[in-house]
């Protein structure tokens, strides 16, 4: 993928002008070049070329946009050619300007892809998945489950996996996966995965980035044996089973989270379908920014009924408290796994242990000391002991002072009490030893601050609905007769729909996007209606908005550059053509606003502006 910040480069570099003239003829017009259309026959030219602006735009055919539009117009490339085309002329190496990171993450991404597919292949294979198939069935879980989870089979064989990549070219993508490594002797590559279940590890939009195996059939190796970190994968960001859950945690706004990956896919199994499962053993500020994404308000916590479940709450009771997230806990029978339980209660069984779960500050209040102010002095100290893990998480402020005061509360001291109880003082840094001084060490200068990096722009609301709308039905493209598409001026939007339209399709094209045009394209998403006249409706409303807000936008340029004129008798050159510009516009404006008109009315799209 072509990072947006070398598009923008390419586009200040190319000479718009030069470039138009070698296909159209072109003459000045004040500040501007005109010509005819080359996209349609006309006798008086209306074709611009802004220099000013980088752009060029047709009063007649309405067609419009920047270099790389142009070329994708005239030429017929692809948006990512017309990058290419113009990168090389420009003298921009592309290849050399991207990150050897980001070309190590797509070999990993690869050989992922690659490994999911061989491992599903060989779970539904007759006699290879016979075993794993026969496990799944012992846990309830049914073929439409398993195939909604991806899940998959790595056979005992020692290189199965390796010798596949090694015929594809792939080897040395494998590795960096951590999907195989080399033999301990001699020449060659052993499969990391052997005799397991695997259950691949996805990214919201669906893409495997790491996998699970839970050991089948065998008894050498740990019962759970997991994908390391990589350039795709990192754990503390990542939360099992959300690629399922998303949707219903939207609608409930709420998430359950379990500790292990069957506990979620057995919840589903049920139609608990907004369960998820950590990847890790500590809940991290990235896994709750995940559910925040998710628009998860409400968190429930079930865990195991025994001694690990109880310790589990005390480990994810910090960050969950540092963070604000209101969170409750839905502890199970002695015993019981939210799988097993699942399993025997069904649906009813889960949503009732739900609705009956604890606020967590009250659940470790009960649990750390249960008689409260009656308990002994030694029975306070060891409960603040244990609670001092939890406490150092949560920094002052209004969350630390009103969880000290609801202690001071519960265990009958003043909160000042309770503070200085808990209060947890690191070691002292050692300061370093001073060198005697046998010369004098000139001063160094003071050096520059580093610039902050730039915030990536989040694209326009109406460019979001365009590119989501079409995400959703891609047949909506041939609604837009205006060709809204040249007009985007979101770079990472511009190259989510190249992608999702040249055959790569919608999971493609998301996986490679920014996070700020992932999260403005899911929000975008949420608002369109699902399909339909409703959604072509709110498409249409969305293509006259950028029409419009992009001829608002250049008249306002020709107000500002003409409003200094004295007469109309001292009008120049440039001024008239600006001002039959105007005429041209306003012209085209009403025609946009006349033939943009959808059928029925819509939602969630502002009016245009007003005409300058």
């Not at 699970?212 to 990542?238: H, I, M, Q």
């Amino acid at each position: 993928m072509i990072p947006e910040h070398k598009i923008q480069e390419v586009l200040d570099r190319v000479d718009i002008v030069s470039l138009v003239s070698r296909h159209v003829e072109l003459k000045k017009a004040g500040r501007e070049f005109k010509g005819r259309c080359p996209f349609h026959q006309e006798k008086t030219p209306s074709f611009y070329v802004v220099p000013e602006k980088r752009f060029y735009f047709c009063h007649g055919c309405r067609a419009s946009g920047d270099a790389v539009s142009f070329i994708q117009r005239y030429l017929g490339k692809t948006f990512q050619d017309a990058v290419r085309d113009l990168a090389q002329e420009v003298g921009i190496d592309l290849e050399a300007a991207q990150d050897p990171g980001l070309k190590e993450r797509q070999q990993v991404k690869e050989a992922t892809d690659f490994a999911a597919e061989h491992f599903r292949g060989l779970l539904w294979h007759e006699d290879e998945g016979r075993a794993a198939r026969a496990y799944l069935a012992s846990r309830g879980v049914s073929e439409e489950v398993a195939q909604g989870f991806g899940l998959g089979w790595a056979p005992a064989q020692w290189s199965l996996l390796a010798d596949r990549f090694q015929k594809n070219g792939m080897l040395e993508w494998g590795l960096k996966a951590g999907l195989i490594t080399k033999r301990n002797s001699g020449d060659g590559c052993i499969d990391f995965f052997r005799s397991r279940l695997m259950v691949p590890i996805r990214a919201p939009e669906g893409r495997p980035i790491a996998f699970g195996g839970r050991l089948v059939a065998a008894e050498d190796g740990p019962k759970y044996l997991n994908s390391r970190e990589s350039r795709l994968y990192n754990k503390s960001e990542t939360l099992f089973g959300m690629d399922q859950a998303r949707d219903e945690i939207h609608k409930r706004k709420t998430a359950v989270l379990v500790e292990g990956y069957f506990d979620c896919i057995g919840l589903h199994q049920v139609g608990v379908r907004h369960a998820v499962a950590l990847c890790s053993t500590n809940l991290t500020a990235g896994h709750l920014q995940v559910l925040k994404r998710a628009e998860a308000r409400d968190l429930v916590l079930l865990l195991d009924g025994d001694s690990a479940g109880l310790a589990a709450v005390e480990r994810l009771a910090g960050p969950l408290l540092a963070a604000g997230a209101p969170t409750r806990v839905a502890l199970l029978p002695q015993g019981d796994d939210p799988d097993v339980f699942a399993r025997r209660e069904g649906t009813d069984g889960v949503e009732r242990l739900l609705e009956g779960a604890q606020p967590l500050t009250a659940y470790l209040f009960a649990t750390l000391l249960p008689s409260g102010r009656q308990a002994s002095f030694e029975e306070k100290m060891a409960a603040l002991e244990r609670l001092k893990p939890v406490t150092a998480q949560v920094p002052p402020g209004l969350t630390r002072s009103a969880l000290i005061s609801a202690l001071a509360g519960h265990f009958g001291w003043m909160p000042a009490q309770i503070e200085s109880s808990l209060q947890y003082k690191p070691p002292p840094t050692p300061k370093p030893a001073v060198a005697p001084q046998a010369h004098v060490v000139p001063a160094q200068a003071t050096p520059r601050p580093v610039p902050k990096p730039q915030a990536e722009r989040p694209p326009p609301e109406s460019e979001a609905l365009y590119v989501a709308a079409i995400l959703r039905d891609s047949r909506l493209l041939a609604r837009d007769t205006f060709r809204v598409c040249d007009e985007l001026s979101h770079m990472g939007l511009r190259m989510v729909l190249a992608q999702a339209t040249s055959g790569q399709g919608l999971e493609e094209a998301l996986f490679e996007a920014t996070e700020v045009v992932k999260r403005t394209l899911l929000e975008a998403g949420r608002r369109l209606s699902p399909g339909g006249m409703e959604l072509e409706t709110e498409f249409i409303l969305a293509c006259r908005d950028i029409m419009v807000r992009r001829i608002d936008e250049r008249l306002v340029y020709i107000k500002r550059a003409t409003e200094q004129t004295p007469g109309a008798f001292d009008l120049t050159e440039e001024t008239r053509q600006l001002l039959s510009e105007r005429k041209e516009l306003l012209a085209l404006r009403k025609r946009v606003l006349d033939e943009l008109r959808p059928a029925s009315s819509a939602t969630g799209t502002k009016a245009p502006m007003q005409p300058v």
